[in-house]
């Protein structure tokens, strides 16, 4: 067994450290202004997000691009704009999505060749993704999300050529145990980042064991960040911080500040999930730190 493989199944080898890395995911690919007026849309929104985020201690901003009108889009000419406007306005670290159910990638390897981001999203595997409503007795979306093997090396393969960070995205414990392959082919490499996705429908539920598992599953030496989806988001924010991990929050991720209220901005959030950590004897990482932290190299 390669030494990359024998650490699967064992703890991290680092303590919990003072220091996190906070990322703002700014606007995602299925909410609206219908259900938030606050999610950007425009390049120009995007980047004035960005700089919210970043002042309020985000060191990192995941993106997703979207039209004008507000659907989605994988268009490279877009995902070039985002960045310009983005740099316009600060130094935050560019972390872009990959997602589609298509099985076509063509269009995001381009982007990510192109425009080349430091850090780009990676599924890790198939899977149900839905939403169901208690009020209404039935689904407001039934899909899945394929994620196969040779779709995740085709962006892989891009991701390694334009020297841009995976950060490898796991909805559930299948996801994360199913990276040996990829590191038996050397495609990929440590050190590795994780993103632990809880509480979507047909993924991991929002839970302190399921993320302690999850934990559990990782080669020694690579970082995590969690994602809790909706309102269990600040607790899973919490338990995350409790066990030495990243954070992330975000429109994207969840509307509403801890009281019930809905967001007013993506910099209101961080500036929430800022003060937990703080709470809990941490800091938020500078720009400059959290490229340490995630092995990153100078901006591209």
Not at 75 to 91: C, G, L, N, Q, T
Not at 105 to 130: F, H, K, W
């Amino acid at each position: 067994m390669s030494d990359a493989l024998a650490g699967l199944g064992k703890m991290p080898n680092h303590e919990p450290r003072d220091v996190c890395v906070v990322t703002c995911a700014v606007t995602g690919v299925l909410a609206n202004r219908d259900q938030c007026k606050n999610i950007p849309y425009t390049p120009e929104e995007i980047g004035e997000e960005c700089r919210r985020a970043h002042e309020a201690g985000a060191s990192v901003a995941h993106i997703h691009a979207r039209r004008d009108d507000g659907s989605p889009t994988f268009d490279p000419a877009v995902f070039a704009r985002i960045k310009e406007e983005v740099r316009k306005r600060s130094p935050v670290i560019l972390n872009y999505s990959t997602g589609t159910i298509l099985d076509d990638v063509r269009d995001q390897c381009t982007y990510i060749r192109e425009t080349r981001p430091e850090i780009a999203a990676l599924n890790m595997g198939t899977m149900n993704y839905s939403k169901y409503s208690e009020k209404r007795k039935y689904f407001v979306f039934d899909m899945v999300f394929p994620n196969t093997y040779e779709k995740i090396i085709k962006l892989l393969s891009a991701m390694n050529e334009a020297g841009v960070r995976p950060e490898l995205e796991c909805f559930d414990t299948g996801h994360t145990h199913g990276i040996w392959p990829l590191l038996d082919m050397g495609i990929l490499k440590p050190p590795l980042q994780f993103s632990f996705i809880l509480n979507v429908l047909g993924g991991i539920p929002p839970t302190l064991e399921s993320l302690q598992l999850q934990t559990k599953l990782i080669p020694p030496g690579s970082e995590w960040e969690v994602i809790g989806i909706s309102r269990p988001q600040w607790r899973m924010i919490a338990a995350a911080l409790v066990l030495g991990g990243n954070i992330r929050c975000g429109l994207e991720d969840n509307f509403y500040l801890p009281n019930g209220e809905i967001a007013q901005s993506n910099g209101t959030l961080v500036e929430t999930a800022v003060r937990m950590v703080r709470d809990v004897g941490r800091r938020p990482a500078t720009v400059e730190e959290a490229r340490k932290i995630l092995g990153l190299g100078a901006p591209q």
